[in-house]
């Protein structure tokens, strides 16, 4: 049991040595792109819920 583990820790070291880290401006630029495009799509959101509000608050209440 405790070889098992130890193997899969070893084989875990070697796959985390392969991957492909990003630079931090990398990160940086890609944390940018996930607020922005989070914000779009609150503020798309948000102005529909308004819309659809006041529509059904002008013609349905």
């Known amino acids: 049991m405790t070889a098992k583990i130890a193997t899969f820790l070893k084989e875990v070291?070697?796959?985390i040595k392969k991957v492909n880290w990003p630079t931090r401006p990398q990160?940086?630029?890609?944390t940018l792109i996930v607020l922005?495009?989070?914000?779009?799509i609150a503020f798309f959101l948000g102005g529909f819920?308004?819309?659809i509000t006041f529509i059904i608050n002008?013609?349905?209440l």
């Open 27 to 30: 990160t940086f630029r890609y």
């Open 49 to 51: 819920d308004f819309i």
């Open 13 to 15: 070291r070697l796959e």
């Open 36 to 40: 922005g495009i989070s914000g779009a």
């Open 58 to 60: 002008k013609f349905v």
